[in-house]
């Protein structure tokens, strides 16, 4: 089983270039979340989605996009990269409105801007 | 409002003594309680949570965890840890009126030989 997927592993950006973060998710899930994990300070919710073609804003969802065109795939974009979106990006996926269900976390996309 | 504390940065233990992370929680209401381990260059993996009942939970690789209501608190344990538990650990919380799953910044274990 794959579980969460996530393409890119690492990418190097300039200030100012857009790229997207794909994730994929074989489990089935309703729910899929974008996060950005810095040092010292855990994981930050950027965006999230509740199913299939929704979003919702997260903790720090400026200079993010999302979308979610089907149930198994969740995009995060970003459309003019800045240094302080350097970090390591999370995805993660819960199967349904049962909040006691644990999510299930890709391996991260290490993104650098310089 | 919903949060986590978790109040040590890093948390050294020789191998085979006991471990333990500390978890503080602020929500309204009951909450679910998770705690996640993450080792280098992986995603978070789910350990354990707490949802109701017993207050002592147990989880995958001899984990457990003890909910205490009066205390606000969701400490890991581990009754003799092992070089290989060194990882990032952390505790999460979710009220069951939210959709957000609320982290603490992080406890760094490392079990030396």
């Known amino acids: 089983n794959a579980g969460v997927t996530q393409t890119p592993k690492f990418r190097v950006l300039k200030t100012g270039q857009s790229m997207t973060l794909l994730c994929a998710q074989d489990?089935?899930?309703?729910?899929m979340y974008w996060y950005r994990q810095d040092p010292g300070m855990g994981l930050r919710l950027i965006h999230y989605?509740?199913?299939?073609?929704?979003?919702a804003k997260g903790e720090v969802p400026d200079g993010y996009n999302v979308s979610r065109l089907k149930k198994q795939n969740f995009l995060l974009g970003l459309e003019s990269a800045a240094p302080s979106q350097t970090s390591v990006y999370f995805c993660?996926?819960?199967?349904?409105?049962?909040?006691?269900?644990?999510?299930?976390f890709g391996d991260g996309t290490r993104l650098s801007i310089l | 409002a919903q949060s986590v504390a978790q109040p040590e940065d890093q948390v050294n233990v020789a191998e085979g003594n006991p471990l333990t992370v500390k978890c503080t929680y602020s929500?309204?209401?009951?909450?679910?309680l998770f705690w996640y381990v993450q080792y280098p260059n992986r995603g978070l993996q789910f350990l354990l949570k707490?949802?109701?009942?017993?207050?002592l939970v147990k989880g995958s690789y001899g984990f457990e965890a003890e909910f205490n209501k009066s205390q606000t608190s969701f400490h890991l344990k581990k009754p003799s840890a092992l070089v290989s538990d060194s990882a990032l650990y952390f505790c999460a919380v979710i009220s069951r009126g939210n959709n957000r799953l609320a982290f603490g910044k992080g406890n760094q274990v490392v079990v030396i030989p």
């Open positions: 929500v309204s209401g009951n909450p679910y």
């Open positions: 489990m089935n899930h309703e729910y």
């Open positions: 989605s509740v199913g299939e073609g929704t979003t």
């Open positions: 993660a996926s819960r199967r349904d409105t049962l909040r006691h269900q644990p999510q299930h």
């Open positions: 707490y949802i109701t009942g017993d207050n």
